[in-house]
T-cell receptor, first 115, second 114 residues
Framework: AQSVTQLDSQVPVFEEAPVELRCNYS??????LFWYVQYPNQGLQLLLK??????LVESINGFEAEFNKSQTSFHLRKPSVHISDTAEYFC?????????????FGKGTKLSVIP | NAGVMQNPRHLVRRRGQEARLRCSPM?????VYWYRQLPEEGLKFMVY????????ESGMPKERFSAEFPKEGPSILRIQQVVRGDSAAYFC????????????FGPGTRLLVL
C-alpha cells in the first residue's frame, strides 16, 4: 500500500515570491508520481508527472518538481508565483508495473498568492 | 479534443433515493477510474474499469455502490438508497492504453443528499 503526506495544508505567499509545496510518500514498491492542481469547484488538472528518466520534471507554466528516491519526496517548486496560481495542489502516486493504476492522493495544499 | 465529460455537474437527492453519475472518457481512452472527494480530504480511489470489466473495486463501499462501463455509452456510478454521508464530489478519470499511468480528470459531480 502507498501513502502520501503533504506537510502543509495551507501556504500563503506574496506575488512574485518563490514557493515550495512539499510531498513525501511511503511505498514498498516503485511508484510513479504526479502533481495535480484544482481550481475552486473544478476538476483536477495534471500539472506534471515523473514516470522515468530525469528526476527533474517541469510544467508549461513554470512549476517544477524533483523526484528524490532516497528521501521519498517529490516537492513542487516555482521561482515566482502569480495570482492565477492560487489553487489547491495535490500530490499523488501509483505503483509501477501491471495491475491497477489507482492513484493515492495526499490531502492537498492550498496555495494562496497575496497581491 | 474533448476532455473527460461528467454529468450532471450537480445532483441533489433526498435520503433513500438513487443517484446515477455518468462519465464519458476522453476520446481513445479505454480505462476509467472513479474517485470520491470528501470535504477537506484528498481524493479516494473507488473503482477502476475497462470496457465491460471491473478491474479493481477495492475502494468501493460493499453496499449500495456499483459501477459499470458498458461496451457502448458512458461509465455509470450508481448509488442506491443514498445517505447524507454520500454527499461528496465524485470525479471520473480516464487513461489510454499507451499511457495508462496518466489519468485525466473530469470536472466532477457534486452530490448533495438532503
Amino acid at each position: 500500500a502507498q501513502s502520501v503526506t503533504q506537510l502543509d495544508s495551507q501556504v500563503p505567499v506574496f506575488e512574485e515570491a518563490p514557493v515550495e509545496l512539499r510531498c513525501n510518500y511511503s511505498s514498498s514498491v516503485s511508484v510513479y508520481l504526479f502533481w495535480y492542481v484544482q481550481y475552486p469547484n473544478q476538476g483536477l488538472q495534471l500539472l506534471l508527472k515523473y514516470l522515468s528518466g530525469s528526476t527533474l520534471v517541469e510544467s508549461i507554466n513554470g512549476f517544477e518538481a524533483e523526484f528524490n528516491k532516497s528521501q521519498t519526496s517529490f516537492h513542487l517548486r516555482k521561482p515566482s508565483v502569480h495570482i492565477s496560481d492560487t489553487a489547491e495542489y495535490f500530490c499523488a502516486v501509483t505503483p509501477t508495473g501491471a495491475g491497477s493504476y489507482q492513484l493515492t492522493f495526499g490531502k492537498g495544499t492550498k496555495l494562496s498568492v497575496i497581491p | 479534443n474533448a476532455g473527460v465529460m461528467q454529468n450532471p455537474r450537480h445532483l441533489v437527492r433526498r435520503r433513500g433515493q438513487e443517484a446515477r453519475l455518468r462519465c464519458s472518457p476522453m476520446k481513445g481512452h479505454s480505462h476509467v477510474y472513479w474517485y470520491r472527494q470528501l470535504p477537506e480530504e484528498g481524493l479516494k480511489f473507488m473503482v477502476y474499469l475497462q470496457k465491460e470489466n471491473i478491474i479493481d473495486e477495492s475502494g468501493m463501499p460493499k453496499e449500495r455502490f456499483s459501477a459499470e462501463f458498458p461496451k457502448e455509452g458512458p461509465s455509470i456510478l450508481r448509488i442506491q438508497q443514498v445517505v447524507r454521508g454520500d454527499s461528496a464530489a465524485y470525479f471520473c478519470a480516464s487513461s489510454s492504453f499507451v499511457d495508462v499511468e496518466t489519468q485525466y480528470f473530469g470536472p466532477g459531480t457534486r452530490l448533495l443528499v438532503l
